[in-house]
T-cell receptor, first 117, second 115 residues
Framework: AQKVTQAQTEISVVEKEDVTLDCVYE???????LFWYKQPPSGELVFLIR??????QNEISGRYSWNFQKSTSSFNFTITASQVVDSAVYFC??????????????FGRGTSLIVHP | NAGVTQTPKFQVLKTGQSMTLQCAQD?????MSWYRQDPGMGLRLIHY???????DQGEVPNGYNVSRSTTEDFPLRLLSAAPSQTSVYFC??????????????FGNGTRLTVT
């Protein structure tokens, strides 16, 4: 079973629409970390946000917002008023402690967002 | 700031050839790792290292070797390339000294094709 599930393989929207990217994770740890990364068509991977398991506050950064709910093991990402520049593949990742104590990130399969003008 | 530098950017190999993908970081990060990205599969961890002299296997280690002789460098070796290793490879590093939740810094990737 996947530890991080991004059920939406591809989402297509028209500019100015709001869009939510889903991320569901699975862990038995009480301490863990969640991340979102963006991969634009140019190919580089860019960090967007991190959240630890003890901080369930939602966060808003400009047009981006994140909704972390431990009760449903979800960490969803919403883009408000989408723009063409938001077109990218978005990855959700979970960091859990490995046997040696290091936190090892596991990535979901990504959601490809296409924003049409 | 160079960050994480991967070389080469592109490589074509024939089945059975060997090669080394280079990764260097100048941020004094303790943690370094290699991922491969395949369509529909996301990023899968190949090997990782938590410091010089320490390496461990990730999810898909078969066919790859790594070593970590210095903090800065983390090369990935393909001993005998196979078409199944055609992929985009990303090196990533992060600091472990500033807390457990530091994000990964990625290189720009190496696109490898094995024919």
């Amino acid at each position: 079973a996947q530890k991080v599930t991004q059920a939406q393989t591809e989402i297509s929207v028209v500019e100015k629409e709001d869009v939510t990217l889903d991320c569901v994770y699975e862990t038995r740890d009480t301490t863990y970390y969640l991340f979102w990364y963006k991969q634009p068509p140019s190919g580089e991977l860019v960090f967007l946000i991190r959240r630890n398991s003890f901080d369930e506050q939602n966060e808003i950064s400009g047009r981006y917002s994140w909704n972390f709910q431990k009760s449903t093991s979800s960490f969803n990402f919403t883009i408000t008023a989408s723009q063409v520049v938001d077109s990218a593949v978005y990855f959700c990742a979970l960091s859990e402690a490995a046997s040696g104590g290091s936190y090892i990130p596991t990535f979901g399969r990504g959601t490809s967002l296409i924003v049409h003008p | 700031n160079a960050g994480v530098t991967q070389t080469p950017k592109f490589q074509v190999l024939k089945t059975g050839q060997s090669m080394t993908l280079q990764c260097a970081q100048d941020m004094n990060h303790e943690y370094m790792s290699w991922y491969r990205q395949d369509p529909g599969m996301g990023l899968r961890l190949i090997h990782y290292s938590v410091g010089a002299g320490i390496t461990d296997q990730g999810e898909v280690p078969n066919g790859y070797n790594v070593s970590r002789s210095t903090t800065e460098d983390f090369p990935l070796r393909l001993l005998s390339a196979a078409p199944s290793q055609t992929s985009v490879y990303f090196c990533a590093s992060r600091s472990t000294g500033t807390g457990l939740n530091s994000p990964l810094h990625f290189g720009n990737g190496t696109r490898l094709t094995v024919t």
